[in-house]
């Protein structure tokens, strides 16, 4: 449940569901961003989720905060997440010329690869938000074992496709960009499509995704 509501701005109100970063809290504002989305509340231009905040966006001429926060309280909230994540399987190549970081990884986490591959693959992961990056999932959780710290200094570039752990999350590079995150291995799947205006994103809040292991010529081939 929403703990708080505030202003942000003029245009703009801060959903508050608490401090915790966890599959729970997160449900909760996943909850409330499909909630909003499906019923098309007039006035909403856009909508942020987090993993334990919601930013709602509202045009002045069509509404007012105060109009806005009544609504967001009164708002009957469906578990439409349910209706619409989605589970999505995701390919990984982790070739050494793509597995950047796995000799660090083995020994940060002192475990030999093929364990790290191993604990990385046999789980399902879920979406809590996306990102820094357009359409960049942050998809939790880790194992425990499997937890480890940015690198030390970040890198100028990240390559595309690039699949990253850090903590207790994963995520997917979706363009080129500098970064920080432990790369396991690389993704020939295209996760952010900006022509598709309506849903350019693959992956979004709520959804689950399985990472599936692949070879290095199922990756050279896969977009033919």
């Known amino acids: 449940m929403i703990k708080n509501i505030s202003n942000l701005g003029d245009a703009a109100l ?130 425990k074992t499997m937890r480890v710290n940015r690198l030390e200094t970040p890198r100028v570039k990240v390559p595309k496709g690039s699949v990253g752990l850090t903590e207790q999350f994963v995520n997917v590079y979706t363009s080129e960009s500098p970064g920080g995150w432990n790369i396991i291995g690389n993704t020939p799947l295209e996760i952010f499509d900006n022509s598709k205006e309506e849903s350019p994103n693959l992956i979004s809040p709520g959804d689950i995704v399985i990472f599936e292991k692949i070879s290095l010529s199922d990756y050279k081939n896969f977009n033919e």
């Not at 809290?25 to 409330?32: A, F, G, H, P, R």
């Not at 989605?86 to 950047?100: T, V």
């Open 14 to 143: 801060y959903c508050d569901f608490g401090v915790g970063v966890n599959k729970e809290t997160n449900s909760e504002v996943i909850k409330y961003f499909w909630s909003l989305k499906k019923k098309e509340v007039q006035g909403i231009t856009n909508l942020t989720p987090s993993y334990n905040k919601l930013i709602i966006s509202f045009d002045l001429k069509k509404t007012n905060f105060k109009d806005m926060k009544k609504k967001i309280e009164n708002l009957v909230i469906n578990d439409t997440k349910s209706e619409l994540s989605k589970k999505i399987q995701i390919p990984i190549c982790c070739a050494d010329e793509f597995s950047l970081d796995i000799k660090r990884l083995e020994e940060k986490l002192s475990m030999k690869r093929e364990r790290i591959y191993e604990n990385f693959f046999k789980k399902e992961y879920f979406c809590y938000m996306t990102g820094f990056i357009a359409g960049m999932p942050f998809l939790g959780d880790l194992d």
